[in-house]
């Protein structure tokens, strides 16, 4: 999902001039030592490459060297995390509980066990299309590799795939899979998990006007020069325009797409979002936009919303309070919840 959404700086007509430029950290820094803090608020801008995309981290503040400062801890937050989340780490938590199939209980740190928790109730919430289970399957595909499975392989995996089969004792910190071939997965739910943690920080260091884009994964608090954050929901179809601005207060903006890591075979379109009804990709939209009041929440819910489609999540998102959802199906068939309105700003499909 990595760039879908981008800050919109250049909508607004005064945007990109005077204080509202983007401050370079580094010279921010050097005009510290010869100045003191301008009580004026001004954009202090920090992106790395994190979590596999690329994140922005952006603070309206009048100090700058807090600033910062405090952007510095939000990244170090999001490299521990990653120690402790990622599937790809052979040393990490996840991976220690994927090694421990069907051999009992794993003690775990705070942070797996919040977000399988969540995870598990989400799963719940949208009767299994988000399950980190999927990946029990999931490494059958490979979009790198531009593999395809074999009908065998699937009906052999498929059974694999339940929720049901990861535990949560919260008393004990342990998580187990039952059977040992279960797996999880944390793809689509870990970065927004990260986001959250970073903007956490950010708010216990006294900084409220924040954006934290974890790749198109979310998070603004606050406002920016007394207007709302903005952000662009991404054409699925046509990688220069965009479906619509939204103003966020407050708020976590999720994308999940199928126009990102994909191949073609056949001219048929293989991508990341597997449907955990069929371990094959989704093909039911083609494009999500949540927003929801946290990250973790939107992120599980766009990969969930993308393999309900639109009747079920609109439903779905419908009875969550401050849920809203935008879904594109395969025709650019564009379906919202009503409350959406309320985010769009310029809807490009008027
Ligand atoms: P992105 O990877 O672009 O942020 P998503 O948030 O939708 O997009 O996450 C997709 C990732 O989530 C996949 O790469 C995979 O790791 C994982 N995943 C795929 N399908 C599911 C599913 N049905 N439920 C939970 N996780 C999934
Ligand atoms: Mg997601």
């Known amino acids: 999902m990595a760039l879908i959404v981008l800050v919109v700086w250049a909508l607004g007509s005064s945007a990109c001039h005077g204080p509202d430029e983007p401050v370079d950290r580094e010279a921010s820094k050097a005009a510290q030592t010869s100045q003191h803090s301008s009580p004026q608020p001004q954009i202090v801008a920090v992106d790395a490459v994190k979590m596999g995309t690329r994140f922005d ?129 944390i793809g689509a739910i870990g970065k927004g998990y990260g986001v959250d943690r970073a903007a956490q920080v950010l708010s216990d260091r006294g900084i409220d006007d924040f954006i934290v884009d974890g790749g198109g994964d979310l998070r603004a608090s606050g406002q920016r020069f007394g207007r709302p954050w903005r952000a662009a929901i991404a054409h699925p179809r046509s990688p220069d325009e965009f479906l619509a601005v939204v103003e966020l207060w407050d708020r976590s903006f999720v994308t999940s797409g199928d126009y990102e890591r994909y191949f073609e075979s056949d001219g048929v379109r293989y991508h990341h979002i597997i449907d955990p009804a069929t371990a094959r990709p989704a093909r039911a939209s083609i494009a999500t936009t949540v927003i929801a009041d946290d990250t973790t929440t939107a992120d599980a819910l766009s990969t969930a919303f993308f393999v309900l489609g639109p009747t079920e999540a609109l439903a779905i998102a419908g009875d969550l309070p401050g849920v809203e959802v935008l879904l594109v199906t395969a025709d650019m068939e564009v379906h919202q919840t009503p409350g959406m309105e309320n985010y769009l700003i310029d809807d490009r499909r008027r």
Do not use: K
């Not at 801890?73 to 120690?83: F, Q, V």
């Open 57 to 185: 981290i952006q603070v309206a503040h009048h100090d700058q060297a807090a600033a910062a400062s405090a952007i510095d801890a939000a990244y170090e937050e999001i490299d521990r995390l990653e120690e402790l989340l990622s599937e790809w780490r052979e040393d990490s938590q996840i991976s220690e509980v994927n090694r421990q199939a069907g051999q009992g209980p794993l003690s775990v740190g705070p942070e797996l066990l919040e977000v399988v928790t969540r995870a598990l109730e989400l799963s719940q919430l949208t009767d299994g299309a988000f399950d980190i289970t999927f990946a029990t399957c999931g490494h059958l595909w490979s979009v790198g590799q531009q593999r395809i499975p074999s009908e065998q392989e699937i009906a052999d995996c498929l059974p694999h795939i339940d929720y049901r089969n990861v535990v949560v004792d919260q008393e004990e910190s342990t998580i187990e899979l039952i059977g040992e071939r279960t797996r999880i997965g």
